[in-house]
Every structure is written in C-alpha cells, then in structure tokens.
C-alpha cells in the first residue's frame, strides 16, 4: 500500500452551543462522520471538560479523525485523516450540519512519503495546501 | 480562553522497522512525548493492524496526539495539536529520536476563530503555513 494520505483540517464556526458541549451527542456525530466516509473504526477516547467542551478521536483502519470544541466561543475543530484512498469530505459536511454550524472553513493537505508523493505529482505542505472549496459551493 | 491552538504535521522517514511496528513501543513513546510537552492524558486509543501497522491517538487536556506507522516503508505520520500556549516541538524531537527515523520534517499551522487569530496577528493556512525549520537546525 503506498503511504498517500488527504487531510482535511476544518474550522467551524458559530456551532449549536449545546451539541457542542455534549459528549454524547459529539461521540455520535464523530461515529455517524466515519460511517459516512466509510471507514472502520478500531478505537475511541472522548473526553468531556469542566466546565465546558468535549475533545475526542477516533482510530479508524484508514487512520484517525479528531474534535476540539469551545462552546464558549461556538468553534469547533475537526481533523479527518484519511489513507488508502477513502474520501474525506463527505465527513466534514456532515459534521457541519450536525454541529449545526453556522459557518465553516476547509483545507486539505497530502500526507506521504515523498516517493509516493511524487509518482502522483503531489507536493507536501506548503506547495499543496488547497483550500478545497468556500462550503458553499461544495454542497 | 481563547481558541489559538498550534498544529505541528510531522512526517518522520527512515524509521526503525521494528519500533513503529510494536504496538507497546508506539503507544509508550507517544505517552512520554505528551509528558514532555507538559500535557494531562485524558483518554487513549491505540490499534495494531494486521499483517502491519500501528495506528493511536492521545487525548490531551489540551487537544490531542496521533500517529500512523507503515512499516513497509519506514514512514510515520504524527499530529501534534496544543492548545493553553503549550509549546508542541519538545514532543516533535522526542519522537524523531524515539522512533529511529533518518530524517524528518515538521510544519506547524495555527488553529482558531477569526477573531481571536486576528487580535494576534495570526491567520489560518494557508498563509500561515511555515516550514519551522529543518530538523537539524532544530536540534
């Protein structure tokens, strides 16, 4: 298997304050993001804090994806990191309806061993960071 | 508190074949390079693939660590997400170092809302990616 991974690090902003201080509801909408891309989860740690805000990841067989939340601020970040060939992006548009977001902001960046990189004419961070679309337009 | 947060992306190359693919090594390592950034362990999630692999996140107090080895390529892939001000390099090295690699490269992009980016004179990726330094001159 080549080493080629996407990378999707997105922002949301002005998130459902209460969605996004629910570990449960959190740990849904990361399970429900996974399914949707189709992935395998093979591990989980969700955290909830006091007094507000929830992090958590989950392992998948094609790598990992993570949340951050702030609900005093209504910002989320999330990170979907994807190999052998999974789509990433569905994953981030669902989380940014269940998040209930207001707005939101997505980047995706290549992950790899160089060789691998370069048989695809793919470049590392920073010749390849591309911010993929305005939200809108990708739904 | 405010939402800036530092994201290091390392890539490590030419690691020991046999380190990055012990599942107790990949997660004893990971667990000791939270410790030298100064982070609180709040939950974990490790998985060892079949025939190879290891896949693991960290989470933090402040944010989260993750890792992704291949073995057949000597490639490791590791996110080292901070916020509360913590400094994520020392956790770089420590890993450069404990997982033999031959070389490495590091990056860091910053995480947060708009505003709180802009009162610090900050702005998200891509115009604040940075190439940190070549690890050599890091050292």
């Not at 994807?82 to 977001?101: I, Q």
């Not at 061993?113 to 793919?122: N, S």
């Amino acid at each position: 298997m080549n080493t080629i991974a996407r990378h999707l690090i997105a922002e949301y902003y002005r998130c459902d304050l209460e969605i996004i201080d629910d570990l449960d509801a959190i740990r849904r909408h990361m399970l429900a993001a996974t399914a949707v891309i189709g992935a395998t989860v093979v591990g989980e740690a969700f955290h909830k804090f006091d007094p507000q805000g929830v992090s958590g990841t989950v392992v998948i067989a094609e790598s990992h994806l993570s949340i951050h939340t702030w609900p005093e601020s209504g910002y989320v970040a999330v990170d979907i990191f994807t190999c052998g060939g999974l789509d990433p992006r569905p994953g981030f548009l669902h989380l940014k309806e269940a998040l209930g977001a207001g707005d939101a902001r997505l980047q995706e960046i290549v992950r790899g061993l160089p060789d691998d990189l370069e048989a695809r004419d793919r470049t590392l961070l920073p010749d390849d960071v591309q911010i993929i679309t305005e939200v809108g337009q990708l739904v």
